[in-house]
Every structure is written in structure tokens, then in C-alpha cells.
């Protein structure tokens, strides 16, 4: 649901912990600022920096994602006590079983194969199409392009703009609407 509703990269959702949440105020948000990539010796999952700079970027979350996020951390908080002196708390929002990193590939390969199943989608989706969906949707809803763009942190709007071009030719129907209502009809 996250990566749909706020388009991240896998690798970022899985490096989330929940002290980048902030989920009880009035305009809920995440602070992305890490991500997991493979490690340096090319077996292991490290968690570093999702930017250059280090800063991250914040994404407001829908009062939906918000409320889902609260039960799954009730949901955590539970089977971290059920699993007591097992669980290696590492503050992640997405875990594995025992509270460690989440492998990727179990990710894609296992988790998400059954989430797909019970949603009755196509069978071939990936799961970075989740974060086109997210583009797609909100470029399709007339969100700022500049705003899409900084959600799903591209380095410009450029990237945004030539990704998701394929949305904005409807967009031109609006435009005209917008300018015809704006500026009235001109005799």
C-alpha cells in the first residue's frame, strides 16, 4: 500500500524505520532517508543514505496510509513480544520475521506474489510498477509535476516529465478549460 501511495523504491521502504514516521499529526509524513542496498561484497543488505546530501526528503502520507500504518505497528509491537529474546529490533518499519533487514528478493518473490494473488491483479506486475501507478495517478489527477517529481525524488522534473509524459496529453483538455474559464471568451 505504501509503495502505491507514496511511490517508493523498494530499497526505501525497506530501509524505513519508525523514527522517520510521523504519524499523529494533523498532516502525517515520512522522512525518507535511507535505503537498502546490496553490500559491498555483493552477498549482503547494508542500509545507507538515500541521498547524497544525507538529507532525505519528506513524503506527506493520506490519512489512509497514516491509519494502516498505526495497526501495523500494533500488529509489530505484538509478534516483537510473542517473539521476545528472538526479535532483533532494528526500529524497521518493514522486518522480516525476527525484526532484521527484509531480503528484497523475498520481497518481490514471496510476499508480493501472495499479496498479488489474494488482490486478483495481473500476475506479471512488478513491484517498482507500484510506483508508476503512484506517478500515473497523481499526474493523471493534475498534481503539479514539480510536486510528483520531489515525491518520488527524482534529481529533476525533467525525469518526471519524460517518464510519465504519456498522462499529459489529456491534461491539454483541461488546460484549455482552465484558460477559457480564467480568461472568459473573447469576442
Known amino acids: 500500500m505504501l509503495a502505491v501511495y507514496c511511490g517508493l523504491r523498494e530499497g526505501k521502504l525497506l530501509a524505513l ?9 494533523p498532516k502525517p509524513a515520512l522522512l ?41 505497528r500494533k500488529r509489530q509491537l505484538e509478534e516483537r513480544m510473542r517473539l521476545a529474546g528472538l526479535w532483533q529490533d532494528q526500529d524497521l ?14 520481497l518481490r518473490n514471496r510476499s508480493f ?4 494473488a489474494r488482490s486478483g491483479v495481473r500476475e506479471d506486475l512488478r513491484f517498482h510498477d507500484l510506483r508508476h501507478t503512484c506517478a500515473t495517478l497523481l499526474v493523471g489527477e493534475g498534481v503539479n509535476a514539480k510536486v510528483v517529481s520531489e515525491m518520488l525524488g527524482h ?26 474559464a480564467a480568461l472568459g471568451t473573447i469576442s
Do not use: C
Open 17 to 25: 524505520r519508525w523514527e522517520d514516521m510521523n504519524l499523529e499529526s
Open 113 to 116: 506474489k501472495r499479496i498479488k
Open 32 to 72: 525518507v532517508r535511507r535505503t537498502l542496498t546490496r553490500g559491498e561484497d555483493g552477498r549482503g543488505w547494508v542500509v545507507g543514505a538515500s541521498t547524497k546530501s544525507g538529507k532525505g526528503r519528506r513524503v506527506r502520507l493520506t490519512r489512509r496510509a497514516a491509519s494502516v500504518l498505526k495497526d501495523h
Open 155 to 180: 534529481a529533476s522534473i525533467t525525469i518526471t516529465l519524460n517518464t510519465y509524459s504519456h498522462v499529459l496529453p489529456d491534461m491539454q483538455d483541461s488546460a484549455a478549460d482552465a484558460m477559457e
Open 93 to 106: 518499519v518493514f522486518p522480516n520475521e525476527t525484526g532484521s533487514l527484509f531480503n528484497p528478493s523475498n
